[in-house]
């Protein structure tokens, strides 16, 4: 028998999945996902799970309720580790205790993942203490959607009589009726009171007036759902304590290229800056295997003298290699290391080596100019790289008369899941600027997309000069980090982005 895992994925922001959370999806043999869980979070699932959308959002359940318990039932039969995976907070308005009674009856194993509620972040991602004692000592979270042909069953007079903030869920349409209803029951028109759009995603909106005035600024601004409610002298204090807002890259959509195992540094710098991240990555590395040149380097490197890698993937593909020949870091213990740029000697410390040569610029041509200068009459250079690496390094070495054997290691693999998604979101000019931190890269994203996509409703953002080349070769606009590193990437965003 298998087991069942109800996990809530939080309000949307990916970063506020709990750790438990995201180790039972990354475990799951089944997730069923609801629609208000975010793209980032149903990106971990893995590749081999089967995914079930059960869409369901206000007044439409393609998939009903009791359906939904009955899948969760018959995957848990067929001994899978199942996920039922929830916007927000299970228990909080999100029908979890329902799913769980069938699988009760049935006798299957199942616990609990508690997710962050939209009823307390989004509040706080909109500058609005929940509670704060000048104001309010309690916070009262209530459903503003009702079952199908029938009236919300909510005590008004109680809710005014108690003086705590009111958070409404789901409330969207039912707002007007609410606020009346306040109103009757003795609250003042003047209460301070916010509707909040999107909470916790980069495209929040926020609309704060008073309980007379909501529904008025609310129209004009074409709130929609998802949203929510909040009704309370805590609302005055959104300007002030608004730190979402204005965090610098707020509003601004940028697609990340890097391959999957590589973009989280890029990605979660991005997002902490307030930018929208689309994670788009097309291409991965494949290690070439079998590989004569690589066996043969390997059983006599002490011909070389000099060891050179161009990227962190050449790295791990390096130790793998190693592996494979039952050796290790030891075997390097006689040569030089040179790298391209920072993000590789970071690799490369990673696995207790540290490199003697990095050009202050990272490109093949000052690697190359470098290598020039350094390596001495009679030593030889072993260059472990791509099967399609650019040509400037191997041939600024040999019209130097460098000596050097330069083994291809990996092979860059150009695809994308999302490709339909990213052509559509380029189509309707949704994106505004999307990084390549390699030549590789940019191949990569054109080859991904259907031929004639359009690439000039953007800006490229590049880490160097021959990633900047590729992109213009492209028909790009572009701009280029002062150096070939992610902090000189995000700096010069902000100061695009900023002018």
Known sequence: M??????????????????KGRQA????DVVVYDRLVGPEILALMPSKAECIDVGKKSNHHPVPQWRINEILLEKAREGKRVVRLKGGDCFLFGRGGEELELLVENGIDFDVVPGVTSALAVPAYAGIPVTHRDFTSSVHIITGHAKAGSELDIDFDALVRHKGTLVFLMSVSSTPMILHRLMQAGMSADMPAAMIERGTLPGQRKVVATVGTLVQEMQKAGIESPAILIVGSVCALSDGFDWYDKLPLHGVTVAVTRPKQRA??????????????????????ETIWPNMPVVEALASMEQYHWLVLTSPAGVDVLVQLLNAADMDMRSLAHMK????GAGTAKKLKEHGLRADYIPAVYDSVHLAEGLIRLVQEGERV??????IGTPELPELLAQACVSFDDVPVYRTLYHSERREEMAAMLADGS???ITFTSASTVHGFVESLPEGTNMTGFTALCIGPST????KAAGMHTITAANATIDAMLMTLQEEYHK
């Open 468 to 471: 900047e080349k590729a992109a």
């Open 337 to 340: 290391v040179a790298v391209i």
């Open 2 to 19: 298998g087991h069942v895992t109800l996990v809530g994925a939080g309000p949307g922001d990916p970063g506020l999945l709990t750790v």
């Open 382 to 387: 072993l260059m472990l790289r791509a099967e």
């Open 264 to 285: 989280g540094t890029l990605t979660e710098r991005l997002r902490r800056l307030g930018a929208d991240v689309i994670s788009y990555p097309c291409i991965e590395t």
């Open 25 to 28: 999806i990354l475990n799951a």
């Open 431 to 433: 994106i505004d600027y």
